[in-house]
């Protein structure tokens, strides 16, 4: 199960449309949509997860873009093989690498959440509450 549809490939790139009759065409745009989903759900699985994602919601939503971006970024690769630039694809990319590397939330339902790191804190937290990287006492 693919976690977009046509529909939001054809949001990423709004300037082609894909039928019978372009390259590539709409079937093999669907394809490339199921083969994005399936990387997409091979690192959820890696991660724990039991694919397809149905919830939480924001993760779907997040899984529904990268779906498309993967998608778009094959079928712009496709039509255009020799281009250097493929913004969609690049996104992709980035997205994939955040999936293997965010704290998303655990596959029990719990979430694995860890504290964002702030000019004020190093990111590094050894007890509950997080060392300011500044304190009141210093001078500077």
């Known amino acids: 199960m693919s976690y977009c549809a046509m ?3 054809q ?3 709004p300037k082609w449309t894909y039928d019978e009759s372009t390259t590539p ?3 093999q745009v669907e394809e490339m949509i199921d083969f994005v989903a399936g990387e997409i759900d091979t690192i959820l699985t890696g991660r724990g997860y ?3 994602v149905t919830a939480p919601a924001e993760l779907v939503t997040r899984l529904q873009l990268l779906n498309a971006q ?3 970024g094959m079928a712009n690769a496709a039509m255009f093989p020799q281009a250097e630039e ?3 694809w690049t996104q992709y990319q980035a997205g994939l690498k955040s999936l293997r590397n965010d704290d998303l ?3 029990e339902g719990s979430p694995d959440v860890s504290l964002p790191s702030s000019l004020y804190t190093s990111g590094d937290y050894s007890g509950e509450y997080p060392t300011p990287k500044f304190s009141m006492a210093e001078e500077f």
Do not use: F, K, L, M
Request: aromatic share 0%; glycine share 4%; charged share 10%.
């Open 86 to 88: 493929n913004p969609p």
């Open 25 to 27: 065409t709409e079937a």
């Open 7 to 9: 529909s939001d490939v």
């Open 70 to 72: 993967g998608a778009a």
């Open 105 to 107: 939330p655990s596959a």
């Open 11 to 13: 949001t990423i790139n």
């Open 50 to 52: 039991t694919v397809p």
